[in-house]
């Protein structure tokens, strides 16, 4: 006895899942031995544990109450601080705090995406963006990426073949998830005018644009054209602070925000307030800026010692992207490992020790099998080394299969 | 320039602003001298803050990473314990954590509701859980209600009127939001058998049950039908402990547990560990007994009050309800007050410094003007005297406008 009768696994995708059989609990696990270069997360040890503990001891007003669904006028406050800084125009009725940057991208499909709907996405891409997106009915459409991002020349040839045009073009531009890649400035201005052209929203998803350690900085959309109508921002606090705290933001047209607090409302009232207040009071007392150099460092540090290992211990069996930022390279086998199925690869390399996630994860197309997103932000060189060590045995172990 | 050109008011309903023009930052500010009879909150006072501090100070295994999306497994366990104590069967492959209760109502309709089904709601009802099922694009049907809830009798008929079954049946079974209403348990028997012949699922969204301040317990679906496959019950701890943790769960057939899973991965990924982590070690030492036994000591003492005060005011110009626990009661103007129009009065009572919501925020259909809902569960007795006392001025106020 079921009381649906429509397809429950469009409403609800699982594209990881139908790529590894593996819950994410395990990959999330903290026991386990296991080299975590799978999920996107700082290492516990770089987050700033002992002072976020410190905040949440200290009485607020309003701590275990309903917030604005908005947000805590507090932590907007500091938000308009952090993007003045960038040299971002906004201003609060811009703003909405949302429980991490994943709600930004639910509010995004649910106020722009109907049944059918064409949505642009980058192939590869995060996951849960492209699940969000189907799961309000989206036909997503896989578009290029090369090293300076999305290949915006290819999307008018890719539309006129799709035959209609996207009501939304989903990217992540800055140290792309799962690719590393940068959308470069001539792409993001095209982009904006295709935008135009075809009366498309940016989903502009940029959870690593404040973890540039090294390169010149590329301006955002919100720099190119402020204000523009266009532009829906996702931004977050997780993966610049810590992912557990779910606390993200949304830079939206005036126009959206009432729309925004409603469906908002309606997913859950508003966004833990403890939290904001900890984002919003640790933001205030300028720790964020300080915070940030410091991981800055390390990441540049562990995105070197991971193409160090890569290179020490696969030579030419592998090519990987060299990102200015972020957490993630992104890993494509060759030589002698390029008959290696990364999909095939994932249960092998969990038995060696180590995670990472294959591919095929990050497309609906089945695309990308030869690849494999690592994330660099989780452990020290030292672990990287034995996380890549143990790649490599497992991939060893495969190919003597194949043989 | 706009992107969208559907309905954006169907996909972010606000049935509350439709109503009365005021924000929710006003009706939830605390630094007003209103008397606040308008949220369903727990006072500041009556929140466990020190304890919870003290919890939210310390440090707990993975507190700031990603969590498992289903919940971390220390609050399932607690979630367990708590409803063994209630005498339900349930087990750890149905109970998903979630941001609120409000989040398990969005689960619900993003699993079973399609553009066009129809979603029997009670008349009236709690306006987000309108407002999430014609986000997905329910045609809400509502039926009436009286002293003991859900005059489910009269559902045959109206659905026979309506030519079509029910996609899903969304109850408040308990203290009912917001006419503090009890679902008998014939009635709930009865409302099982409707939902079997037609396939419908029954939305159980019941925050307010474990505030039972007097009466006898009225057993409910999951205890008289445990493990029922068409019941997906809604909890949270919002009501019982405070709203601004965010946490709640869903007790729903084991087959759902993945969708649930995917689904909730592309609403917020998981839910905020470190208040999950609070609630946990809160429940896991014993906290949540004595905390019960204060509060709904003070509810009673506080709903007493507020009949008291309606009496001594008004006299015969309201009736209101009864509960036997939770938060409300529903207020009809009568006598002399027959002619106040509730929706009008909003403004007026706001600027005699009392806040409580029009009786049309709470159906689709602009009936119940001449109800309010009043909080009781905000206010000491003292402050509920003097809320009363400043609606009496607002409505005599109002009178003489209309005399």
Known sequence: MSATHLPLARRAPNLVGSVIDSSTSLLAS????????????????????????????????GKYTYGATDGEPELVEQVLALTQLQGIETSADRITITTGGMQGLDLACKLFVDPGDLVVVEGPTYTNGIATALSYGAEVLEAPLDENGLVVEELPELIARAGRTPKAIYTIPTFQNPSGATLSRARREQLLELAERWGSVIIDDDPYGLLRFEGGPVPGFTQIAPGHPLVFSVRTFSKILAPGLRVGWVDAPTELQQLLINAKQAMDT??????????????????????????????????????????????????????????FLWLAFAGAYADIHTQKLFEPALRHGVACIPGPAFSTTGAFSDALRLCFATSSPERIDEGVVRLKRAADEMLEGIA
Chains 1, 2 share one sequence.
Request: overall charge positive; glycine content about 8%; aromatic content about 10%.
């Open 270 to 327: 508003c966004t833990n307030v403890p939290a904001q207040h900890l984002v919003a009071n640790f933001l205030k007392d300028g720790h964020l800026d300080t915070h940030l150099r410091w991981v800055k460092g390390l990441y540049q540090e562990r995105k070197n010692a991971m193409r160090d290992s890569l290179r020490t211990h696969f030579g030419n069996g592998v090519r990987s992207t060299n990102p200015e930022g972020g957490f």
């Open 30 to 61: 903290q026991t386990h031995d296991i080299v975590r270069f799978a999920m996107g997360a700082p290492s516990d040890d770089l987050m700033p544990v002992r002072v976020f503990n410190q905040y949440y001891g200290e009485s607020t007003p």
